[in-house]
């Protein structure tokens, strides 16, 4: 061999190990920036993400105490009893206490009830550490327009006895919507809910609660939403009036 053809075996051997050299360098280095946009990203993430989704049932209603109320009055006009709003005041306070200096953003349903109720509980927060928004999603079931049927002992019980043969959950009310319904706003609303939790924070505080006032089946269906299977969530009664459920 040569002198000329080692020279040119060194030249590629060395070649070859600057190459590999910096192929690595390059990996190291794309590595390093995906590795630093996955933390940025995380961090960011972070800040935007509440530390806790806290669910309310809305206080005591007229319908809670009599349920011919929805007979002559649009479910969404129901009205809290004084023992309901009495209710909401103290559970402000309670949720007050847990939360403390947090930021918090309020998302209720537009009836009446739900809105009295969430009136009462920012009695106890500072306007300036808040935010509230209006959903319709987070409405309670539409059970049909007026509900005369609860007039007529007969045909209540024929409704009941029909939603017990297709399933609490499936049962489409005349004029109305099923459970099943209701989950489909619900998983709509948690869908634009991850996306918008950042416009809806844009102060940018890194404690941040969420609080959503609504309705017995809809809180029920949001625990669904989760891990929780079908026959579970069939299974719960409705939480008892404003009780704290910490998602």
């Known amino acids: 061999m040569t002198l000329k053809h080692k020279t040119e075996i060194l030249k590629f051997i060395v070649l070859g190990f600057f190459g590999s050299f910096l192929f690595y360098k390059r990996q190291n280095i794309i590595g390093s920036i995906l590795e630093y ?5 995380k961090n ?14 809305h206080g005591e209603s007229e319908g809670n105490v009599d349920d011919t109320k929805y007979a ?11 023992k309901g709003k009495k209710q909401a005041y103290q559970i402000g306070k309670q949720l007050k206490q847990l939360i403390g200096n947090n930021y918090v953003l309020f998302y209720y349903s537009p009836f009446v009830r739900t809105i009295q109720t969430l009136n009462e509980i920012k009695k106890s927060f500072d306007p300036s550490n808040y935010r509230e928004k209006e959903d319709c999603r987070l409405r309670e079931l539409e059970w049909g ?21 297709v399933g609490k959950f499936y049962y489409r009310f005349q004029s109305g919507e099923s459970g099943c319904d ?11 809910f991850k996306r918008q939790i950042k416009k809806d924070l844009t ?3 890194k404690k941040n609660d969420v609080v959503i006032v609504a309705h017995g089946l809809t809180i029920r269906l949001f625990i669904m939403y989760g891990p929780t299977s079908n026959k579970v969530c069939k299974s719960l009664a409705n939480q008892q009036t404003l009780k704290i459920v910490n998602a």
């Open 37 to 41: 946009a996955k933390q940025n990203h």
């Open 182 to 192: 209701v989950y489909n706003r619900i998983c709509s609303f948690l869908g634009s």
């Open 44 to 57: 960011y993430s972070k800040q935007f993400k509440p530390q806790r989704i806290i669910l309310i049932r």
């Open 145 to 165: 327009n007026l509900q005369t049927w609860n007039l007529d002992a007969k045909q209540r019980q024929q409704i009941i006895d029909e939603r017990n043969t």
């Open 72 to 82: 002559y009055k649009a479910d969404n006009k129901i009205e809290l009893t004084e």
């Open 203 to 205: 102060h940018k505080r």
